[in-house]
């Protein structure tokens, strides 16, 4: 056993330790990458997401839920527990051969997962699951010590990296089977290689084999790298949505939250947000343009229909196997739409080889404005465009369906409790012993039946500089905020959340008070958690 010391996770007090570990579910924890608010057919999206969507309804389906607003310290945050400056992943990861990415810097920013922290793969292996994980790792890479197998998992394949090309992936971005590149791929299907079919058939066969075995509950981790940039996607899936989007972004997002409201998802007197002023109108586009940016949504649309086939696919296995039932499924975004490549996005898109065999192209800044309906800014923000993402939990032997939303705020950091708890399992305050930081999320279990999540704190988040607490129906928010130095406390916006989602209303100026005392707050947080290097508590050793 490697836990010199243990500490029990703090469990709401109605779910005695005893029954949790009498449970141990399979569970699989579902990640998708660079997807918008709205795009999802259950978050008021057109895009076809069936197998989704069911889910979803047949379990608990959350309103405010929060990640990290980039991939990397997502994924950081989702694998550990901690902040991602706590596990070392404070701004991004290494690129592949960026062998000195954290030389000189704060081990907050090493760029890897580092020794004061345990993933859940750890904690779970250790205590009898099967740990399985198929896509994206993003946590660390040029050295093998960093990566997955390394870090608790007993079977991988997936690209290391944080992207790749979905058709043809290869070089220092490639896919790799275990600890062993793959030097050439072969499709799982009868289609060409693509990625998302990839990753879910390697877990459905990972699943297969432990079931022939020890039949030990499983651990999965499916991340898929869709929809992220590259964007590319199946001729045959494309066609389903060429054409839609000549409506173009305003009037889509004007659907979109009609539908969100129809749905309950958003509050029925909230207002759109403003479009970004450096996005022109439809209108101001000529036809050939026009043209182009609805084949980029749609090849961007055909990516999350895949995934959703995909996601269908691996529950027709869990029904087949018999497994359905005891299998807790938890599924989200790692951040909001990606704005990245320009207002109109990059790329060579009409000549489909080009398009394939492309590393670097998006669907751009004014289609990620629709993806995040109705919140304002993307990926890298703190705002809610960045860091609002769908997620729901779904376990048809423990959570009925629930019909309303839940919503209360929740984030990453409660994923991990999360999943302790219902497996029975404890979180170590070493482990080889090393010392591990504590965990600040709560168990979600609670939400299983619409109850109270009775937190204590409130939620921190900080990325490049970008910064928010959200506390109750208040959120203090700013781009530009965090500083190496300090805190520019003139950056900071002030939004009621309940009255005002979609952040168009600061109330900073009036309510000097509040401000003052969250920002006092996330100041705390930052030091605590190494945000500032120079001013943070000593590091556990």
């Known amino acids: 056993m490697k836990y010199a010391a243990t500490l029990t996770l703090l469990l709401l007090a109605s779910c005695a330790s005893t029954t949790a570990a009498a449970e141990r579910p399979n569970i699989i924890l579902i990640m998708v990458d660079d997807m918008g608010f709205s795009d999802l057919g259950y978050h008021g999206g057109e895009i076809a997401t069936p197998n989704i969507d069911a889910l979803a309804r047949s379990g608990v389906r959350f309103s405010q839920f929060y990640n990290n607003g980039r991939c990397c310290p997502t994924r950081a945050t989702l694998m550990t527990g901690l902040q991602p400056h706590q596990t070392g992943v404070g701004h991004m990861t290494e690129s592949p051969g960026e062998m000195n990415y954290g030389a000189g810097k704060s081990p907050a920013y090493q760029g890897f997962l580092n020794d004061n922290c345990v993933t859940i793969a750890e904690a779970l292996k250790d205590q009898g699951y099967a740990t399985l994980m198929s896509g994206k790792w993003h946590l660390g890479e040029n050295d093998e010590s960093r990566w997955p197998l390394q870090r608790g998992f007993e079977k991988y394949f997936g690209c290391v990296s944080g992207a790749t090309l979905h058709f043809y992936p290869g070089g220092d971005r490639g896919m790799s089977l275990g600890n062993e590149p793959i030097e050439k791929l072969e499709s799982t299907t009868d289609q060409q290689f693509y990625t998302t079919d990839a990753f879910t058939d390697y877990a459905i ?11 030990r509950p499983m651990f999965l981790y499916l991340a898929y790298t869709a929809p992220h940039w590259p964007i590319q996607a199946f001729e045959e899936d494309i066609a389903k949505y060429r054409g839609k989007y000549k409506i173009g972004w305003d009037k889509l997002r004007e659907q979109r939250l009609a539908k969100q409201k129809e749905l309950g998802l958003i509050s029925a007197n909230l207002e759109l ?7 022109p109108a439809w209108d101001e586009l000529d036809a050939d343009k026009q043209d182009e940016m609805d084949l980029k ?46 207002v109109l996005g990059g790329g060579q898109f009409r000549n489909i080889e080009q398009r394939n065999r492309q590393y670097f192209h998006g669907y751009g800044e ?29 376990w048809p032997a423990k959570i009925a369906a629930q019909q309303d939303w839940y919503a209360e705020p929740a984030h990453l950091i409660d994923v991990m409790p999360t999943i302790l708890d219902v497996a029975g399992a404890t979180y170590p305050a070493e482990y080889d012993g090393r010392k591990i930081h504590p965990l600040d999320g709560v168990s979600l279990r609670s939400a299983m039946t619409g109850k109270s999540l009775y937190r204590q704190q409130p939620l921190c988040i900080e990325h490049e500089n970008n910064a928010s607490i959200r506390s109750g129906d208040w959120k203090l928010v700013g781009r530009n905020v965090a500083r190496p130095r300090g805190v520019r406390p003139e950056n900071w916006e002030l939004y009621n959340i309940a009255a005002d989602r979609t952040e168009t209303n600061n109330l900073a100026a009036d309510n000097p008070d509040k401000v003052k005392e969250l920002a006092q707050q996330w100041n705390a947080w930052a030091k605590r958690v190494a945000v500032y290097p120079k001013l943070a508590e000593p590091p556990a050793k």
């Open 297 to 342: 949504m749609a090849v961007y649309a055909a990516m999350i229909d895949r995934v959703d086939q995909n996601v269908g696919k691996l529950m027709s296995y869990l029904k087949e196997s018999g497994i359905e039932d005891d299998t807790l499924i938890l599924f989200l975004s790692d951040n909001g739409g990606c704005q990245e490549g320009g």
């Open 205 to 215: 066969q990972f699943l297969k084999e432990e079931q022939a075995g020890a039949k």
């Open 366 to 394: 004014a289609w990620a404005n629709a993806s995040n309906t109705p919140f304002r800014l993307y990926k890298h923000f703190n705002h809610e465009g960045g860091t609002a993402t769908p997620f729901f939990m779904r």
């Open 273 to 279: 947000s403003p479009r970004t002023p450096k996005i």
